[in-house]
């Protein structure tokens, strides 16, 4: 998966660590935005789809 504000590169090992879990939220290590972790389940070919998206904070 990658950032999608700073294309950083992270991994699920980096989630498992950090404890974030489905729908969860972390700081990104290289930008520092804060992200959540998306996961959709039950696509049309049945993978769980994840995804990164930026938390909106106003
Ligand atoms: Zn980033």
Redesign the pocket.
Known sequence: MR??????G?SYYFLEEGGVEEGGEFE??????Q?RHIVDEGTYNGAQEKTLEIVDDD
């Open positions: 950032c999608p504000n700073c294309d950083s992270i990104c290590p290289s930008c520092q935005i992200l």
